[in-house]
């Protein structure tokens, strides 16, 4: 193990874990806890660039294992930390519009109940800052199927940032009768949910792969239709891979 390529694979991970981590601001929907890693994370990865990344030499199979080291030690120091924000969070609740176009209306307060802490590993960090959060629902048409479709940005000031998707099974409020459609000798089963039920919502809200002063922005969750919303993904999305190149820039990873 060559303490250069340990380097650079541990500093790209970082920078993920740092990009998707995101809250600048204690305003924002994420809290104060991703403000928390970040700051963590780039004062180990100073100290990992100043003891092993100054110098052309490759070092030892032991060093990599410090660098290894130190960020183990750094996260759990960055997870008791975190604890105590994470649960001060948990009842708070998340702003929300939702467009009139929707085939529901959502008639409860968002709900954070939990808060998962982001995780740190090699391949970077999949594991991103994640609210918990419940509401409820109640259905304005007749819906054809078994579940609800949900579709959202998260969105600030000066607009949307990223997108969501969540699927609401409906349960018992699901009815079912066959029906024989036309042109067709044998029935088949149809499955709708009719105006009036209300369903409830339990979905993980992720923060977007971001610097932290973009995912700072994030303040509320802006319910539209799946059109509206698949229709600025992609822009969205390499909106969200631009900052995140500058801000590799920024962190000397090149």
């Not at 303490?3 to 740092?18: D, F, H, Q, Y």
């Not at 467009?99 to 991103?128: C, E, M, Q, T, W």
Request: proline share 4%; glycine share 8%; hydrophobic share 35%.
């Amino acid at each position: 193990m060559k303490v250069k390529p340990v380097l650079a694979v541990v500093c790209a991970g970082m920078a993920s874990t740092l990009l998707s981590c995101g809250d600048s601001s204690s305003n924002g929907m994420f809290g104060e806890l991703p403000q928390l890693y970040e700051d963590a994370q780039i004062a180990v990865f100073k100290k990992i660039k100043g003891k092993f990344g100054g110098s052309g030499e490759e070092g030892k199979e032991s060093d990599g294992l410090k660098i290894l080291a130190m960020m183990k030690e750094a996260m759990e120091n960055a997870d008791e930390n975190a604890k105590p924000l994470a649960e001060a969070m948990k009842g708070k609740t998340i702003p929300f519009n939702q467009s009139d176009s929707l085939p529901y209306r959502i008639v409860s307060d968002i709900v954070i109940k939990s808060v998962k802490l982001p995780s740190f590993n090699l391949a970077g960090s999949d594991d991103k800052t994640k609210l918990e959060a419940e509401f409820d629902i109640v259905l304005r048409d007749t819906l054809e199927g078994k579940y609800v479709e949900l579709c959202y940005f998260l969105s600030g000031e000066e607009g949307n940032i990223s997108t969501g998707y969540e699927t609401v099974l409906g349960g018992e409020k699901v009815h079912s009768e066959q029906v024989v459609k036309e042109g067709s000798l044998w029935p088949v089963s149809r499955h709708y949910m009719l105006p009036g039920d209300t369903l409830h919502v339990e979905t993980g809200i992720y923060a977007p792969d971001a610097p932290a002063q973009v995912v700072g922005r994030c303040r509320a969750m802006n319910f539209d239709t799946r059109y509206a919303v698949d229709s600025q993904r992609k822009a969205l999305k390499e909106q969200l891979k631009k900052w995140n190149e500058e801000q590799e820039k920024e962190l000397d990873l090149d």
